[in-house]
């Protein structure tokens, strides 16, 4: 497969995305979502004037059609849309197990202070490397994928922005269980919602146990369980007998990693709902503190029951390398709409962007080819993280931009022909690129 038949198929598969997951849009909306996933995925850039220039020949009408694209994003209900749908399909692939990675976010807009509703966020960067809080203008976040356990393929499920200036906020806690309720009801309560230690706050436990959501929560040194009487969870994480031993492999900073760990496992409660009976997970091995994990899940002696608990915490910074992803692959802290709505919306689409390349690709089998070939494309200009999206994003990329223009018939892609070839599995791909999810 030549480079410009793969740019065709990479086109063809972006209109049969958009017919097939976005079916219930009118026709102008599909080609506004056409629009812009083609030019986010040619430019690599959310900036409207960039995905303008990917999509436009004619110079002559080029603020005319960065104009459209404006008044299309500032929609009033085509972000709610969007979500809809990519939830709808990323469902899907949710099973009892699967874990639900959910993790906050921002983007930092230090100049953008005439932007609707700016407010100010914690530059998680620079105040790791100050040693304090470091405040920015900017919007604050969550993403949500889902993943099987010890599994690399995320499946992006939502990604929304929020700012505690706009008019109505109710809070972080109000606007996080509302994406996990969204999520919770199209998966039929499906799932095992993992978060780190942002998620060890009473509204969020209160919302997992009063509607049977399993779940798996890394606790903070402040927390108090029962466990014959009421204990802070050091003291108990002390009275915690390690009954296992594992080695674990891992990858920090470049540096290659293999530690042995110890853990074992607690009965206990939370005091403000003492009739569900949950396990504590106690992790020894990762620092000085001891990891200690709350889940909902059965967790009796065995190594298998222990292991699952930590294993789902572990695979959490999948979610992390997704949201750093989106951000580096798309310029998503480049977003530099104006309106309230539109900075939402943004978000949303960006998601379909982020579904396109990582999950609608490597579906099926001639797409995962297609996948594939998209992947090595970009290995031919330059090495790439390991993490196969930004792989496939940069084939796209240089698809889109170099072999063939945006062609508005993206929308009515020709039927799929048998391959007339046999295509050889790129090395080092087979673990990406499953028709399941992983």
């Known amino acids: 497969m030549n480079d410009s038949t793969i740019a065709f198929r990479a086109k063809e598969q972006l209109g049969k995305f958009l017919g097939k997951v976005f079916t219930h849009f009118s026709r102008p909306r599909q080609k506004f979502l056409a629009d812009m996933l083609y030019g986010i995925q040619a430019s690599g850039d959310t900036q409207l004037s960039s995905v303008m220039r990917a999509i436009n020949d004619d110079s002559g ?12 994003v500032a929609d009033a209900t085509i972000g709610d849309d969007i979500d809809k749908a990519i939830l709808e399909a990323g469902a899907k692939f949710v099973r009892d197990d699967t874990l639900i990675l959910v993790d906050p976010t921002e983007i930092r807009k230090e100049f953008g202070l005439k932007m609707e509703h ?28 889902a993943c099987q356990n010890g599994k690399r393929k995320t499946v992006p499920l939502a990604l929304r ?28 309560g499906k799932g095992v919602l993992v978060y780190d230690r ?44 390690m009954r296992h031993k594992h080695h674990v492999e891992f990858d920090s900073h470049g540096k290659e990693c293999n ?70 692959a798309y310029g998503f802290e480049n977003v530099r709409v104006h309106s309230y709505r539109g900075i939402r919306n943004m978000a949303s689409i960006v998601l379909a962007t982020a579904y396109f390349a990582s999950v609608w690709l490597g579906r099926h089998v001639k797409r995962e080819v297609l996948a ?37 018939k993206i929308l009515d892609p020709e039927p799929d022909p048998e391959p007339a070839i046999i295509y050889q599995t790129l090395p080092g791909f087979e673990k990406f690129f499953n028709p399941d999810l992983c």
């Open 118 to 145: 700016v407010t100010m966020i914690r530059d998680a960067s620079r105040s790791s490397k100050e040693g304090r809080d470091v405040l920015v203008h900017g919007y604050h976040g969550c993403m949500a994928v």
């Open 259 to 328: 530690i042995q760990i110890e853990f074992g496992a607690m009965p206990v409660r939370l005091p403000m709902h003492p009739e569900k009976e949950l396990h504590m997970v106690v992790v020894k091995g990762f620092g000085e503190e001891p990891m200690m994990l709350l889940t909902s899940l059965p967790v009796n002696g065995s190594f298998e029951s222990m292991w699952r608990i930590v294993e789902g915490y572990l695979t959490r910074w999948r979610i992390e390398e997704t949201i750093r992803f989106v951000k580096q």
């Open 198 to 241: 942002g998620g060890d706050r009473p509204a969020f436990y209160g919302a997992f146990i009063d509607n049977s959501w399993d779940f798996i929560v890394r606790m903070t040194g402040r927390s108090v369980l029962a466990w014959k009487g009421m204990h802070e969870i050091h003291w108990l994480a002390s009275q915690c007998v």
């Open 372 to 408: 594939e070939h998209l992947a090595n494309l970009s290995q031919r200009l330059k090495e790439v993280p390991e993490f196969a999206n930004y792989a496939i994003a940069e084939g796209l990329k240089r698809a889109f931009t170099r072999f063939g223009k945006f062609c508005r």
């Open 161 to 188: 922005l929020w700012s505690s200036n706009a008019p109505g906020h109710k809070g972080e806690n109000d606007e996080v269980l509302k994406i996990i309720t969204g999520i919770m009801a199209a998966t039929g």
């Open 61 to 72: 009408k080029c603020h005319a059609v960065e104009k459209r694209l404006s008044r299309n």
